[in-house]
């Protein structure tokens, strides 16, 4: 079962707009200065409940605090062990709230993902990539913590939030296109 650091479920610091936020347990880079080191080890946290799903699912889907998407964190998302976890609830925020982004945040490369983390990544509209590198700590940056990681745009924005998607990839001046499609995209 896959362990949790914490659900947010209004957050407006972890991608664009009003979102769902969950940090995962399990982080194998361990970076220096990283500011989630707590949940770095596996069997930290607490269990990630269907309860607790259902939960998430349902929040995505009122209307009353209108949410763009889903944040994954952590942690590692993409740490093997909770792999299977994740795919199986991307999947599940794409069939049930199909209006919704995804963005995930891995210390992993995007050449260095196994098949079963592109499953997860294939699933996604932005995976910013990349270990935390103490030297390259740039807090002007916009949803990274290091010059080196890197937002792929995975997706063409689509929806009731395709603007305010657009919009955000204006946002880092060191990148201004808009995202042309699947993959088509790194922002660095």
Known sequence: MMRIHGYYPVDIVNGPGTRCTLFVAGCEHQCRGCYNQSTWRLDSGVPFTLEMEEQLIAD?????????????????????????????????????????????????????????????????????????????????????????????????????HAEQHAAACHADQRDPQRPRGKGAMQHQ
């Open 60 to 160: 995505l889907n009122d209307r009353r605090i209108p949410r763009q998407g889903l944040s994954l964190s952590g942690g590692d998302p993409l740490h093997p062990h909770n792999v299977p976890h994740v795919r199986r609830l991307v999947k599940r925020v794409r069939r049930e709230c199909p209006d919704k982004d995804i963005w995930l945040w891995t210390g992993y490369e995007m050449a260095e993902l196994s098949a079963a983390q592109r499953e997860v990544v294939d699933e996604i509209d932005v995976l910013i990539d990349g270990r935390f590198i103490e030297a390259e700590k740039d807090a002007r940056l916009l949803w990274r913590g290091s010059r080196n990681q890197k937002i792929w745009w995975l997706r063409q924005p689509q929806g009731e």
